[in-house]
């Protein structure tokens, strides 16, 4: 390449020197004309072969290069010949050790597979096991044992027993430890937790769980029914003898499911307006029924404590009659039960007030039920027809609807014929001694009419 670069610069410098000859020095005839382009002629002959020189040289160095590197070429595949049969045969070497291995282990082998297979299922129940709430991490060496490829050494096997044992140990025991709670707001407490064996951790008086996943103790969303939370308050507060304690036989399996049972709320909820309606139908009901059944009780005593005084009337149902009965004591006997009836007929329609409203709606709240099933149901069809079968979220609504507003109707219905029936029944005992005083009142003027 510098030859190259030479060789121009010099016939550069010629032509430069050529051009400034010829215009200083102009020819002024052909015969210097043609003297001059000899002149140029052999100078350019002079460049021209030595610029043939050089590229004969520089051909001769390429093509010594590309002798080389054909020469490396094949040195180089020759190579990779010797590096593939070398591959092959170290690769035949290690099936060979391979199977020599397996010859050597016999029962070693047919024990690791045992020992491999019982880790794995040994790690993944150690994860999620309540006693790696108070002692993290141990799985990661059953873990690592069980994707292991190589044979175990006596002392791994024997650490292996001895995380078993201690798991059965674990499981029979109850303890206490301080640790962290975190809570559903993402606060986290530390507190006293309570383990019972592997099945369940409590804390505060209330049922917590192991998250494998995340290496947390979290309450529960929704903790379950009242008097078993109320067992776990009292079993953490006895420092000797027994107390009763509601297990988790899942090992906080049922505890996590729980937390995704509907609450009271949530089914009232789901009945939507006309649940709402039902359930204030019930509340009336059931507001008028003991309203009934306190005035009841009120003007029951009255009459029975009336019963006991028959001579000074008071101001109550029975003392009324008595009243009519004084004022009247001169008239004849049909005269004076005509009488005490009109008194009894006065009397009846404060003992019966307002009873008839509490059947009417113990008959509205099932029929109030069936029509919050039907619109559940319609609600329930449009769904199928707009987004077909395939998401039974989408139908979950309307037969929440259809089904709760059904419960709805009769659990309503079913305390307010009792109570209806409770209060006519008051009602009419209460009548029925106004009647049976008046009788007796009647019978007893009769005899002295009749004296």
Partial sequence: MKKLITTAMLAASFSLTVGMVSAADVPKSIDQLLQQVKVERAAEGKVNSKREQEF?????????????????????????????????DNERKIAQLEEDLKTAQGDLGEMFGVVKGEAGDFAGKLASSNTSAQYPNRDKFIADLGSRKQLPKIEELEQFWQEQLFEMAQSGKVVKFEGSVTGIDGSVNTTTIHRIGAYNLTADGKYVVYNPELGLIQQLSQQPEGYQVRAVAKWEEITSGTAPFYVDPARGVLLSIF???????????????????IMILLALG????????????IIGARVNSQRKNVDKPGNNALGRILKVYQENKDVDVETLELKLDEAILKETPALEARISIIKVLAAIAPMMGLLGTVTGMIATFQSIQLFGTGDPKLMAGGI????????????AALPLMLMHAIVVARSKSIVQILEEQSAGIIAAHAEKRAD
């Fill in 56 to 88: 004969q040289a520089e051909r001769g160095d390429k093509a010594a290069l590309l002798k080389r590197e054909k020469d490396a070429l094949a040195a180089e595949k020759q190579r990779g010949k010797d590096l593939n049969q070398a591959f092959l």
């Fill in 286 to 297: 059931m507001l008028i029924s003991i309203e009934r059944l306190v005035t009841m009780s």
């Fill in 400 to 411: 929440s609807m259809a089904l709760v507003t059904t419960v709805q109707g009769l659990v």
């Fill in 259 to 277: 937390t995704n049972k509907a609450s009271m709320e949530d089914r009232i909820e789901s009945g939507g307006v006309i649940g709402y309606i």
